[in-house]
């Protein structure tokens, strides 16, 4: 039985459809049960949803043995697992933003206010910025615009919630989307499984580069 | 010219220089590095407990100095006949803020080690609301007496005059009372407690409710001769302050600024370290903290550079430089460059071997 960790919300409905196509289908998945495990014995697979932020943990502990993470969570918390393929979909770029009038002095240290504390403690460290990283976990958007922060380094996709606090992107320090991570003593134990999954998307996967 | 390319908070510490030094403060620099003993053995006086350390050649275990406090108070011969009257501006090493990671501090202060008396005091505490000054009009100075809270909790059991003075500094009033109505025999010992946390309006009314309660009379007459010397409009009486109470026993103070959410001066008086590190004196002096200060203190100059030199490939390069440098004589600042980059603030921009005064 493969235990297979989905982030719950639009993107794995998406990458259900992935796996279904891929011969891992479970139709209970997409009903309207408040249900978070679903198991097909004849496809031998096990879904739950789960938070997108904890997909990673589900997966490195080894209760799932694969799962779909975005790039952001793996940066972030740098889980033990491996990252087996990009699916090329859940797009979005991580960004530093500001607000339009901002004009950064680097005589003085920089506030930023983020989600990403690693990720932005990374990107500036490579460009030898001194920083004051301020952790928030949620409306990152209200920090530079009550002065606390400078900047912000979070996620963006449209940048419609940018645009309405008076943000605007400052520099993109990378590209998000979807990632398949598998345990990795699940890979070495369930091999053939996690391979058939991994094939299925990336036939699923390929062409669709932009 | 030269003060223009000063930080803010450079001229703050360049005013606090000669301010000490205007009270007969003299400067102390230090090397860089101590003994980590000095540092582990008092870790609870200093701002972070994190320390960076590092071996010497000789195998020693070094820190890079989180504090100036103690570096001084270890390095005066003081015999408590005399005062020294010691101020400082040094770079620390400690984990600031939010960001939980070291940082390189500017901080200054003064040091004042010796036979300290009331003089010494009123004068240190003058000199923290002046150093206030220096910073910001809107600074406040908070002061409070160790003597006077533990006076009114000299009955009570050492636990529970913990418990009371966490409550105290918290100002959790609700706590307090649940402290006197947990323990009827101590009851009045703490309601006097909550009484002082209403104690913050004016300094005369504020005694007159002290010597109501019974607050240690020595302790009294010593902060109220120090706050007559302080700019009652800038001072405020706090009961509510008991950081560090190893060290300090005297009067407490603490400064604020506008604009800055943490206090920028934290000082007092701290027998009681010396007592610990086995000198026979008294003790009192302050710490201001600059890197509190960056935003407030941040100057944006509407210009980068006043006079680009735009040059080309071909250029002859002693007359691109001799044209930049009569430019400077003229009192501009100039960069010469090929491209000026999208972000640059300039006033204006003139091309090499053109008409300089266009």
Redesign the interface.
């Known amino acids: 039985m493969l235990n297979v960790a989905l982030p719950k919300g639009r993107l794995g409905e998406k990458v259900y459809r992935m796996f279904e196509a891929s011969g891992f289908g479970c139709p209970e998945v997409l009903g309207d049960s408040r249900k978070l495990v679903f198991e097909n014995e004849k496809t031998g697979v096990r879904y739950f949803w789960v938070k997108p932020g904890d997909v990673a943990a589900y997966v490195e502990r080894g209760a799932a043995d694969v799962g779909v993470a975005g790039k952001d969570i793996i940066d972030e918390y740098r889980p033990d697992v491996y990252e087996l393929l990009d699916l090329k979909t859940g797009k979005c770029r991580m960004c530093v933003a500001a607000r339009k009038d901002f004009r950064d002095n680097p005589d003085i240290t920089l506030r930023v206010a983020t989600k990403f504390s690693n990720i932005a403690s990374a990107y500036y460290s490579k460009i030898g910025r001194e920083i004051d990283v301020i952790h928030l976990n949620g409306s990152i958007e209200l920090a530079p615009v009550l002065g606390m922060s400078d900047v912000i380094v979070d996620i963006v996709e449209t940048g419609t919630t940018l645009r309405e606090n008076g943000l605007e992107v400052r520099e993109t320090i990378m590209d998000i989307s979807a990632r398949l991570i598998a345990n990795k003593a699940s890979f070495e134990f369930k091999k053939d499984a996690v391979l058939k999954v991994l094939e299925g998307l990336r036939r699923q996967t390929e062409g669709t580069d932009d | 010219m030269s003060n223009l390319c000063l930080?803010g908070e450079e001229k703050v510490v360049f005013k606090l220089r000669s301010l000490y030094s205007s009270f007969g403060y003299r400067p102390y620099k230090m090397r860089r590095f101590e003994e980590y003993d000095l540092y582990a053995g008092n870790k609870d006086f200093l701002v972070s407990g994190n320390i960076l350390t590092f071996n010497d050649t000789d195998g020693k275990l070094m820190a890079l100095k989180p504090d100036v406090t103690l570096s001084i108070v270890r390095s005066v011969r003081e015999t408590g006949k005399t005062v020294a009257r010691i101020s400082y501006d040094e770079n620390v090493y400690r984990v600031?803020?939010?960001?939980g990671?070291f940082?390189e501090i500017m901080q200054a202060g003064i040091e004042c080690i010796g036979d300290v008396g009331l003089v010494e005091m009123s004068e240190v505490a003058l000199l923290a609301q002046m150093s206030l000054s220096a910073i910001s009009a809107s600074g406040v100075l908070t002061i409070s007496h160790m003597g006077i809270v533990q006076s009114l909790l000299s009955s009570v059991p050492e636990a529970l005059q913990r418990q009371a003075m966490a409550a105290l500094s918290a100002r959790n009033i609700s706590l307090l009372s649940k402290l006197a109505s947990d323990n009827p025999e101590y009851e009045e010992s703490l309601n006097r407690l909550s009484v002082l946390l209403t104690l913050t309006g004016g300094t005369d009314e504020v005694f007159r409710k002290l010597a109501s309660l019974g607050a240690d009379a020595s302790s009294m007459e010593e902060l109220k001769q120090i706050v007559s010397v302080l700019d009652p409009k800038k001072t405020r009486i706090d009961f509510s302050l008991l950081d560090g109470m190893k060290y300090y026993n005297g009067i407490t103070f603490r400064g604020f600024v506008e604009g800055v959410p943490v206090p920028v001066i934290s000082g007092g008086q701290y027998d009681r370290l010396m007592k610990r590190m086995k000198k026979n004196c008294r003790a009192i002096g302050f710490a201001v903290y600059l890197d509190a200060l960056?935003?407030i203190l941040?100057e944006?100059p509407e210009y980068d550079v006043d006079t680009v030199l735009l040059y080309k490939d071909s250029d002859d390069v002693t007359s691109v430089l001799s044209q930049a440098a009569k430019l400077r004589e003229k009192g501009l600042s100039v960069a010469t460059m090929k491209e000026i980059p999208a972000?640059l603030r300039y006033r204006r921009a003139v091309q090499a071997g053109g008409d300089c005064n266009a």
């Open positions: 930080k600031s803020g939010s960001s990671t940082r960056e935003r941040e944006v972000n």
